[in-house]
Structures are given as C-alpha cells and as structure tokens.
C-alpha cells in the first residue's frame, strides 16, 4: 500500500531531520495532516505547508521533516512527539505502525470511528473544491467484518510481504523501497493470501443473487470481504437497470458488476464488458458465459475502445477506473453514448471529483453518493456515485 516518490533534483538545502513543535491542522488527502512552521529564524520568515503523518488535527506535536529542501513549495514530516493528544488518539493496535516504520497503515494511531470522520472530511474537501459539490456524504462502516475485526483489523484477503530471507518477512516503510522485519501484518485476514501464478474462485452473495468469478491469483480483487456485496448492491441499487437495457460495464476487471447487470436486463437486454488487462477481461469471458442477457467482452485501453466501437446509445454506464480516475476522454465517449445514468466506482476521491466536474461540464448532475470504509487502519476510502440527466 505504500507509494515510492520519484527521484527528483535538490531545491536548495535540505531540511530532512529538522525538528519544529507546531499546532497539527485539519486532515489532507493522503493519510496526513497539514502543518506550518517558519523557513528560518528569522521574525517575518514565511511558513512553509508541512504534510505530517502519524498525528491527528488539534494536536500539539513535534514534527520532524522526512522530505524537504528551501526550494520546495511543502515539506513531509513524521510526528515524533506528542505534547498535547487529541482525545481520539489511540495506541496502534500493531507495533510495526509509527514513525520510520511500516508505511501501510495511516491512521493506525486513531480511533475507528475518528478515522471516518477524517476521510469524511476529505470526500467532501475534494468534492467542494475539485468539483464545486457540497455534500453531507458520510463514511460508513462495512459489513463482512469477523468479530476480531471490530477495531478495524484483520480484513485484507490479499497482502504482499517482502522476502527478507531465512523465512523473514517484511514489509516497505512510507514513500521508501526500505524494509520493516515484521512477524505478521495485523490488518490481513487470518486466511489472507500472497499473490500467486494461476487462477482462484472468489463467491459473491447480494439480495439480487449469487455468483462465482474466476480471478487471477496475483489480480485485482477487492480485498475486504464485504466489499464485492456492497458495490454490487450500491450499483444495482443506484442504476435500478430494467429489463431490456443496454448497459456499458467500463473497467470491468474480471465482470463483477457485468453479471449481476446481465441478470437484471435479461434475455431481451444487454451487457458490454471493457476491461485493459488481458488475463482480467479472459476470466470475464468465463465468468459471463451463460449470463441471460446478450454480452460482450471487449480488451484494451476504455478509451481507445470507445474511440472506435460501440458508439451506439446505451441506458446505463458503471465506470470503475484505476485511481487516475477516468479522465476527459472516456468522460467524453462515455457522455456521448446518452446513458440515463451512470454509477462511478472510485478509488480515489480526487479523481472522482475531477470526473465529476467534467461530467457535470456535459449536464450529468451527482444525484448520490455514497462512501465505504474498505480499508481501516489506512487512508482510502471507496466511493459510489450516481449521475444523471433525469430532473435535469
């Protein structure tokens, strides 16, 4: 789950162990929160915005910079010390999660229900002001957790660790390729498994049916295990498909949403499945197979797909792009199919609220929005968007 940084020119001197007690602000996109301290001693020193893990807003902290030289417009730092605790701090439920230690977890250090309150607040930052949207959205807890997993752990199915060698394992620090020797990851599921060669068969249950998919072993899936319910569920219930619709599935992975889709339209409807990668969109081939509705599997990039197929209308849409988001050219093609309504599956809530910018930019106005918490102890949040014309 950690994020490695480019390799980029030095700004000037480096500030990299500098220490600064400040005042910790609100949370920022992310997993951390924002900070200013002065760029020297000196009584009228401009501040410099400072992106500090392992606090929580309102607390009093020293802060010690990880990442940052004169030049920067910000600077990373770590809080080493706390000197005044936000109520909602906790002890880390694992000790591998602190400063200068595994870089998978975020929010290790504060309460559950406190970190859904801060993705709240950054689902609706991004909203306001990527996309001009107020919203009272709210992060919700999900359902499929085992009853160890109340405070937020044991619920990842799939973990990555790094071979140390002589049986170790380990994982990666923040933004680093450097290694942290761990006994176990304290969020991975008790039957959690390491990408593997091959094909496995993951079973999905919801009000509107149950279906098995093969999946690629070292593929996407999601990885709590309530989450393939829920977002079918969302989506199903988001679009309300009716029998003998079209329906454009757009990042179809291995065709989760396209089954159950092909159930609701029926024998009279439709359901084109688009996906890039090739092992992905093969195993959507199986698992489609024998759906009632008419279906198609199409291979390769969304929007070069669209750029030369399928360019008739279709009533309904489910974009589920990678955390980039989709971008102006599938919001385009998308668009110019007329769907009534489109379901937007994101990842990431910067990028949904660019899309939704564009998408409003073509008269589709956010009619719903939900918000899950799939991934406890971190910073990422999913969400589900409805847009439409209808009332428009």
Not at 207 to 213: D, I, K, S, V
Not at 350 to 371: F, I, P, T, V
Request: proline share 7%; net charge negative; charged share 25%.
């Amino acid at each position: 789950m950690s994020r490695h940084p480019r390799a980029r020119r030095q700004r000037g001197r480096s500030r990299v162990g500098e220490r600064f007690e400040v005042e910790v602000g609100p949370v920022a996109h992310g997993g951390h929160c924002v900070a200013r301290v002065p760029t020297s001693s000196a009584p009228d020193a401009p501040l410099r915005v400072v992106f500090v893990r392992h606090a929580v807003p309102g607390e009093r902290v020293v802060l010690q910079v990880t990442e940052g030289t004169d030049g920067d417009k910000f600077w990373r730092a770590d809080a080493v010390q706390v000197l005044e605790a936000s109520p909602e701090r906790v002890t880390p439920p694992c000790p591998f999660a602190g400063p200068g230690l595994c870089g998978g977890c975020d929010f290790q250090h504060v309460s559950l229900p406190h970190q859904r309150a801060l993705k709240t607040a950054v689902v609706r930052e991004q909203l306001s002001r990527l996309a001009k949207i107020e919203s009272d959205v709210e992060v919700e807890a999900v359902a499929g957790d085992l009853p160890e997993q109340l405070a937020g752990l044991r619920w990842r199915t799939r973990v990555s660790y790094v071979d140390l060698g002589d049986g170790r394992r380990g994982m990666r620090k923040h933004r680093s390729r450097a290694t942290v020797e761990v006994d176990d990851c304290r969020i991975a599921h008790p039957d959690a498994r390491e990408p593997a060669h091959g094909s496995l068969e993951e079973q999905v249950a919801t009000g509107a049916g149950e279906h098995r998919f093969a999946v690629a072993a070292d593929g996407f899936w999601q990885v709590h295990p309530g989450a393939p319910a829920t977002l079918v569920t969302t989506v199903l219930e988001m679009l309300e498909p009716q029998a003998g619709e079209r329906v454009l599935d757009l990042y179809a992975g291995v065709g989760l949403f396209a089954r159950f889709l092909a159930d609701a339209v029926g024998p009279e409807g439709q359901v084109v499945a688009v996906e890039g990668d090739r092992t992905a969109s093969l195993h959507a081939r199986t698992n489609l197979a024998g759906a009632p509705a008419s279906v198609e599997t199409a291979c390769g990039d969304v929007a070069e797909v669209l750029a030369s197929a399928y360019d008739e209308p279709f009533d309904l849409v489910v974009l589920d792009p990678p955390r980039e988001g989709a971008k102006r050219a599938v919001v385009d093609a998308v668009v110019a199919r007329d769907p009534r309504r489109i379901a937007y599956v994101a990842c990431d809530p910067a990028a949904l609220a660019r899309d939704l910018a564009l998408l409003a930019g073509h008269g589709y106005e956010l009619k719903a929005l939900r918000a899950f918490d799939l991934f406890p102890m971190t910073h990422h949040v999913e969400c589900v968007a409805l847009l439409s014309t209808e009332g428009v």
